[in-house]
């Protein structure tokens, strides 16, 4: 299990709600009214992009996907599921050189299964959360509508609590 604190200085999440960090711009005091707030800031032409840098196994895609399709058809946007880091080379740049037409809301959690790098100090997930961190900052300074949420070491329960709390913020 990696450390988030493992790259750059420790953020206080604004909020954290049975295992699940809030961070960035927290609008409430509860999960699902920080979600209702960020994806009201969507507006006519704007996009929402999940940005997941979690294990993109079957079972987390799926949930994931659930989560984007409750978006686009509830805010009849265009929508997108971009796994991380790999999207970062592609439509990455467009996310953050593109029109501030963006709604990001970027899912890290905790690897169950972390690989050393031979001879380095650091890990593939410290590495992976370098570049989740990165990604959000670089995003933020660009003035884009960015939230970042992060699930814990359990993700398949943080993605349950997580579309739940979607499902409240989009009524």
């Known amino acids: 299990m990696i450390a988030w604190r493992a ?4 953020e206080a999440p604004g909020i954290e709600e ?4 809030v961070f960035g711009k927290v609008v409430g ?6 979600l209702r707030a960020h994806l009201n800031s969507i507006n006519a032409n704007d996009y929402f992009a999940l940005l997941a840098y979690i294990e993109m196994n079957p079972p987390h895609e799926a949930a994931l996907e659930a989560i984007r399709k409750q978006v686009r058809d509830s805010k009849r946007v265009a929508t997108c599921l971009g796994s991380g880091p790999r999207f970062l080379h592609s439509t990455g740049q467009a996310y953050k050189g593109g029109p501030n037409s963006g709604v990001f809301l970027q899912i890290t959690a905790d690897d169950a299964h972390d690989l050393a790098i ?3 100090k650091y890990t593939f997930g410290i590495v992976k959360a370098a570049q ?3 990604d959000l900052a670089v995003l933020r300074e660009r003035g884009r509508r960015a939230l970042r949420i992060h699930l814990g070491a359990d993700v398949d329960s943080g993605l349950k609590k997580l579309a739940a709390a979607m499902e409240r913020g989009l009524q």
């Open 118 to 120: 031979p001879e380095q």
């Open 7 to 10: 790259y750059g200085p420790a």
């Open 18 to 21: 049975d295992g699940i960090k």
């Open 29 to 34: 005091t509860t999960l699902a009214e920080s």
């Open 132 to 134: 989740a961190r990165g």
